[in-house]
């Protein structure tokens, strides 16, 4: 049993950072597919950034240069290092996770994902 667990929310001003965490149970290297989504109020959830064993990274275009995503596969733990926050960063961000690669077009993809956390909150203001 998988189980994903985030920490690190809360409330910031705009220009402002803070670091996610998403420990999870067990080895991380089986799930070779890890990612960060977010969801605000109103919209649907979306891809953030993710992140695959190999250490290949992928960002949204809206927080690409802001936000780093990583794993630490001896804390099987995923973090993300958001900088230079703006108040439309501000929604649940969900750690998510998938034991085999999808790949399309020679690379991999984000969705369909088999785990997930709870989520955490972040608040940006302005």
């Known amino acids: 049993q998988v189980q994903l667990v985030e920490s690190g929310g809360g409330l910031v001003q705009a220009g402002g950072s803070l670091r996610l965490s998403c420990a999870a149970s067990g080895s991380i290297f089986r799930l070779i597919v890890m990612a960060w989504y977010r969801q605000a109020p109103g919209k649907q959830r979306e891809l953030v950034a993710g992140i695959i064993t190999s250490g290949s990274t992928n960002y949204a275009d809206s927080v690409k240069g802001r936000f780093t995503i990583s794993r630490d596969n001896n804390k099987n733990t995923v973090y993300l290092q958001m900088n230079s926050l703006k108040p439309e960063d501000t929604g649940v961000y969900y750690c998510?996770?998938?034991?085999?690669?999808?790949?399309?077009?020679?690379?991999?993809?984000?969705?369909?994902?088999?785990?997930w956390g709870k989520g955490t909150l972040v608040t940006v203001s302005s």
């Open positions: 998510a996770a998938r034991g085999i690669m999808c790949i399309k077009n020679g690379g991999p993809i984000y969705n369909g994902m088999e785990y």
